[in-house]
């Protein structure tokens, strides 16, 4: 068919809380959603439009004029609700709209061009129900319709990087929507109904007819919606169990402070799903480098090699709460599920529960019910407390003194609100830490923190035993007292409980190289590295440090050398490198420079280190003396121990 372009007016409509209703009862459902796009297929028609797409859940038409569309979207909306009210059960199947105008192109019966996007944005932001429209909509109506427009301010809306302004449109009290514009004298829009229906719209509703009656799930689509993903383009082999990736929910509130709380839910959502041992997940800080950033899906998977991808918006008004997720497998360019929730703000916990199980369902159906439960647990149910523990780990991730010490107000309030609130009190466990003796001291009473690290970290185990955050903050609570073995048994059970979480991978192997286990680090710092493709500039670093360690000299310099503004701590491990490679003369160049900075270590420093496998410590240390750092403070050359001097 060939390619044209043309000015319309695009109308896109889905059905609320398709899923549920499956749910409650699929037969029903199904031919509930039928009838209902049949119905609104035969009221476009009547206002002149044309039906263009029927995609499961979706609709997408087109109009010559804007008043045509709002008739239609307005008169549908009238008609079903009727319809709804006079059914005594709860398969109620409400739609919502959106309408944009601009420039289209038509190819293969369909429409394509940004504000068919945009209509599809707009449809998401509206009420069950209801309809939204863009500004161009809103002045291209003649103020004589009986049309109440509700300026809904400007968004942010996925793939524009304009705000859109927003209106709602509704019937004006009393009113009924307009006729429309007879084709001879004294026809109503029951007759054009009966008369106007043409070819393209009953075929459009027969594809759906067919993909129902032939076993399809009524959602599924009869060809891709997008291009799909080019395997031959993806990055990493796909894995042998199902794979996905959580794109940032978009935060549509006003408020920029809750972008916490949008982040908060993805990060969430991924936690969790990484606790599947079915299902591979992409760590977040991979998944959060496309935040605020137009992206296709297309890309998302092959750069990241997944097959399934999340994506979604997330908006607080006063105390409604309004969430937007779909669920798309990139490699088919189908979308296998979408879902909208207009909820209160205390039912947050609930909405995420079941975005997940949804998710679960479509993924990793071999999941047992038992395993689920597990994973669904939560560590509360207080909404402030959470707010509190999501900007606490806000202030931790900026990793300064004062940053630190502002997470612990904001940690121990949320603990205030939820005294039984796990998650808090592993957070206190690494703020502890950095505060303690055994790390950073920033804490007005170090040798205090000390004691706070196990004691808080003990705390977070009792109230759940089941949760592997709390066991990975216990083992590394054991890192920082030098208890091995003890650290050992937390990191082990923390990842028998999760497998998948990227970061806990990375930290436990400082802990597997000094118990000896160098070849096990690496492994497992390259299935840290894997799970999170753009991870912190830091894994290169433990990951060299651990092919060192196992005699993989030239494979840990060239991670080493990745680093693209390694820290000073860096310089100790590519020095040894050096040394190993019989480089000697770079490897005290390199120590020179760390000595600048670090002016307290040395190696009767290092002699005290707490570290289970001695000969792996004395060999590095014996590479050190090669390099050229010194034996103790008395032998550091007389213009670092002046600057040891004033440092004290």
Request: hydrophobic content about 40%; charged content about 25%.
């Amino acid at each position: 068919m060939a390619t044209r372009s043309k000015l319309a007016v695009i109308l896109h409509a889905d059905v609320v809380g398709s899923t549920a209703l499956v749910q409650k009862d699929e037969r029903l459902a199904h031919d509930r959603i039928q009838d209902v796009f049949r119905r609104l297929a035969e009221i476009i028609s009547v206002y002149g439009g044309e039906t263009h797409e029927l995609r499961g859940d979706a609709l997408l038409a087109g109009f010559n004029r804007a008043s045509d569309a709002v008739s239609a979207a307005l008169k549908f909306q009238g008609d079903n609700a009727a319809h709804n009210a006079n059914r005594d059960d709860e398969i109620l199947p409400m739609v919502r709209v959106g309408l944009a105008l601009g420039e289209v192109v038509i190819a293969d019966d369909t429409l394509t061009g940004p504000d068919v996007v945009l209509a599809q944005r707009l449809e998401q932001l509206a009420a069950p129900g209801g309809v939204c429209a863009s500004q161009a909509v809103f002045q291209s109506t003649p103020r004589r319709l009986p049309f109440d427009y509700d300026d809904l301010g400007e968004h942010n809306v996925k793939g524009f990087t304009e705000p859109v302004r927003v209106y709602s449109v509704e019937l004006r009290q009393g009113e009924e929507a307009p006729e429309p514009e007879p084709e001879s004298p004294g026809s109503s829009v029951d007759a054009a109904i009966a008369t106007r229906s043409n070819r393209r719209t009953l075929a459009a509703v027969v594809v759906v007819l067919i993909a129902i009656g032939s076993g399809f799930v009524w959602w599924q689509q009869l060809r891709p919606e997008f291009e799909p993903a080019a395997v031959e383009r993806v990055a990493f082999p796909l894995p042998d169990r199902p794979s996905i990736a959580v794109l940032p929910f978009d935060n549509l509130s006003d408020d920029p402070q809750q972008e916490y709380l949008s982040d908060g839910l993805t990060n969430d959502i991924i936690t969790d799903l990484s606790k599947f041992n079915d299902v591979f997940v992409i760590a977040s800080n991979s998944s959060f480098s496309y935040k605020d950033k137009p992206v296709k899906v297309q890309q998302v998977a092959e750069e990241l090699g997944v097959r399934y991808v999340l994506e979604g918006s997330f908006q607080m008004v006063g105390q409604r709460l309004r969430i937007n997720a779909q669920l798309i497998d990139a490699t088919t360019g189908h979308h296998l599920w979408a879902e909208r929730y207009d909820r209160n703000a205390s039912d947050f916990f609930v909405i995420q529960e079941s975005i997940l199980q949804t998710i679960v369902a479509s993924l990793a159906s071999q999941v047992d019910a038992a395993e689920v439960k597990r994973v669904l647990s939560k560590s509360t149910e207080n909404l402030k407390a959470y707010d509190y523990y999501q900007r606490g780990n806000e202030a931790f991730r900026q990793w300064t003194r004062e940053s630190n010490n502002q997470a612990l107000e904001l940690i121990e309030k949320a603990i205030e609100l939820d005294p039984d609130y796990a998650r808090a009190y592993s957070a206190l466990t690494w703020i502890h830490a950095n505060n303690s003796s055994g790390r950073y001291s920033w804490g007005e009473n170090p040798d205090r923190s000390m004691g706070l690290v196990l004691e808080v970290a003990r705390k977070a185990v009792e109230l759940a035993p089941e949760d592997y955050y709390t066991h990975w903050a216990l083992g590394f609570a054991h890192v920082v007292h030098g208890d091995f073995d003890r650290a050992e048994a937390g990191y082990q059970r923390a990842f028998a409980l999760n497998p998948n979480d990227d970061l806990l991978l990375a930290t436990m192997v400082e802990l597997l190289i000094k118990l000896g286990r160098a070849e096990q680090a690496i492994a497992q710092m390259k299935l840290a590295m894997r799970i999170n493709p753009r991870h912190p500039d830091w894994y290169f670093w433990d990951l060299g440090w651990a092919q060192y360690t196992a005699g993989h000299y030239e494979e840990a310099l060239a991670n080493l050398n990745k680093m693209s503004n390694p820290p000073n701590g860096v310089r100790r491990v590519r020095a040894a490198v050096l040394v190993r490679l019989g480089r000697a003369e770079e490897a005290r160049e390199v120590m020179s420079k760390f000595i600048e900075t670090d002016i307290d270590m040395t190696l009767d420093e290092m002699e005290t280190f707490a570290w289970k496998d001695r000969e792996g410590l004395n060999r590095w240390i014996a590479d050190l003396r090669v390099a050229g750092l010194p034996e103790n403070r008395s032998s550091l050359a007389p213009d670092i121990a002046t600057k040891n001097e004033l440092a004290q």
